[in-house]
């Protein structure tokens, strides 16, 4: 059973440029999370969601965020327009309804 | 809201010694997960140890175990006969039961093992 499987592992982007990262959850989980960690922080929240809908995308900045996870392949986090505060990794991690969460090895954005 | 406060941004010690990790928290919920991760230089997330709140009994996994205080909201991290492989990162992380279930970490501690 393969583990949580995110793609590029490294993105290198210019700024208002448009970043696309994918995350495929482990096989029979249904939900997935996306958490941001920056220089020397540790992980914060950024968005909940079940197969074809979100349920809590409070940690998600307002503008040029935006999180799918669809009825049939990865859930994408897509950035548009990114700037240079927007580097940082990106985690995703996945569990069955009620679960333990397990990460992904993360996407490294770096925006030059 | 949930909080988690890590006070220790750095600790080091030589290799066979014990070392704690501190860790405190606020919710006001009743029933939680509090967890332990340890992201090493790879930067993979990996959990080392998990607390039910309505368990008493302290968590324990091989070397490593917790001070869970429910009333101090405190949960600390033992690791004793420490080895070199755990030089990490380690991060105090919170998760509500009921509800969205996203985990809340605190700002981590470098962890560094001496030979």
């Known amino acids: 059973n393969a583990g949580v499987m995110q793609n590029p592992r490294h993105l290198v982007r210019r700024r208002g440029q448009e970043a696309r990262l994918r995350c495929s959850p482990m096989k029979g989980h249904s939900h997935v999370y996306w958490y941001r960690q920056l220089p020397e922080e540790g992980l914060k929240f950024m968005v909940y969601?079940?197969?074809?809908?979100?349920?809590?995308e409070s940690g998600m900045p307002k503008e040029r965020f935006s999180a799918e996870f669809p009825k049939e392949g990865p859930s994408i986090l897509r950035i548009q327009q990114v700037v240079r505060g927007d580097s940082a990794a990106y985690f995703c991690?996945?569990?069955?309804?009620?679960?333990?969460?397990?990460f992904g090895p993360g996407t490294r954005l770096t925006v030059l | 809201a949930q909080t988690v406060t890590q006070s220790q941004p750095e600790m080091s010690v030589q290799e066979a010694e014990t070392v704690t990790l501190s860790c405190t928290y606020d919710t006001s919920e009743s029933n939680y997960y509090l967890f332990w991760y340890k992201q090493p230089p790879s930067r993979q997330m990996i959990l080392v140890i998990r607390q039910e709140a309505y368990k008493q009994q302290n968590a324990t996994e091989n070397r490593f175990s917790v001070n869970f205080q429910k009333a101090a909201k405190s949960f600390s991290l033992k690791i004793s006969d420490s080895q070199l492989g755990d030089t990490a990162m380690y991060f105090c992380?919170?998760?509500?039961?009921?509800?969205?279930?996203?985990?809340?970490f605190g700002q981590g501690t470098r962890l560094t093992i001496n030979p």
């Open positions: 992380a919170s998760l509500i039961i009921q509800g969205a279930q996203k985990l809340v």
């Open positions: 969601l079940q197969k074809e809908n979100i349920i809590d």
């Open positions: 991690a996945s569990s069955p309804p009620m679960g333990e969460q397990f």
